[in-house]
């Protein structure tokens, strides 16, 4: 599929090149890169969707603007270079604007590993407790990025380590080589918290997912249970729970700090009697453009909510991370605007606020 759609798109290149030559108007220009342009949109959209694959549509549309609107832009530069020198230059510009965005999306955010600090305060928590929340790592690949975002959440010193699923990502016979290799990197860097490490299922796990966190001393959670952590009520849903915007979940212990981690954030469009709700699956919207915000969060969520700290309607507080990893199989393997993100959550009583 995408080679098909490159050879296509080169050969619209070339044509669209050969009418450059022939035609120097600005108005000429405008129509045949905006031509080529519909012909990128419409061909990549009509060739994956043959397949009913969005993130495909998303691939071939990346490449039709990132490399051959580049190609167009340096071969204007080119043949404008003596008769509209100053259109050339802003040719030029465009260009290399393209290559920078390029550059930073599949190159430099991927692995730019952000690590965010939220502080809750609570007249319900006595202590203070430092939680950490990884997030959709959705990777195939295990090496050194895994391996430096193990490491830098023990360098937190988490009281409690919260997986929101989402783990790999991959064919099925390379899942299990994957989650072999996850499984052996979580024993080898002894990846505990002194109140436990928790872990649910995400959209992208499949039947066997628990056997990631065998012999690491994770609590692995498919089904929705509760557990008592002190100060906090810890609620972990099941993914399906957790995909749910009407779900209800009541609080059967008011005095006590309530927090809810599920995959998905749309249970918090439900009644949830919780102080927290966390969750990751949205990426952030991987994509995100100033002024815009992210171009897709597959949730049911206001697009408002798809990332960072939401004071919620009903009460309570809803923190979505942005995530560890990408979507990957057919999808751009890209970020931009939107850097992976190691969330540490810091619990402190209220009369310590100030300190």
Known sequence: MTLLYNIVMLAVDIAAILLLRRYRGLWAWCIVIGCAGVVALAFGGGLAGRYENHFGVIRLCAYGVLLHGTVLLAATAVLWRRCRPWLACGAVLAAVAVIAVAADA???EPHWLEVS??????????????????????????????????????????DIILWAGDYLQSSWEGYKILRRELRELLRETEFTAPAGVFAVQGNCDPDGWEEIFEGSGATVVGATQSFDLGDIQLTC??????????????????DRFHLVLGHMPNFALGKIDADLLVSG???????????????????RVPRAWAAGLTELPGGGKLLVSRGLGMERDYAPRIRFLCRPELMVIDLVPEEKSEQ
Do not use: C
């Not at 849903?237 to 915007?245: G, I, K, R, V």
């Not at 699956?281 to 949730?299: A, E, F, N």
């Open 281 to 299: 699956h949205t990426h952030g919207g991987q994509v995100r453009l100033p002024g815009i915000g992210p171009l897709m969060t597959l949730s």
């Open 237 to 254: 849903l099941s993914m399906y729970e957790s995909a749910n915007p009407m779900l209800t979940l009541a609080n059967e212990s008011p």
């Open 117 to 158: 600090h939220r502080q809750i305060v609570s007249p319900k928590i006595h202590k203070p407790l430092r939680i950490v929340v990884l997030a959709d790592l959705q990777t195939d690949s295990i090496g050194p990025y895994e391996r430096r975002v193990l490491q830098q959440t023990l360098e937190e010193k988490p």
């Open 106 to 108: 599949f190159l430099i």
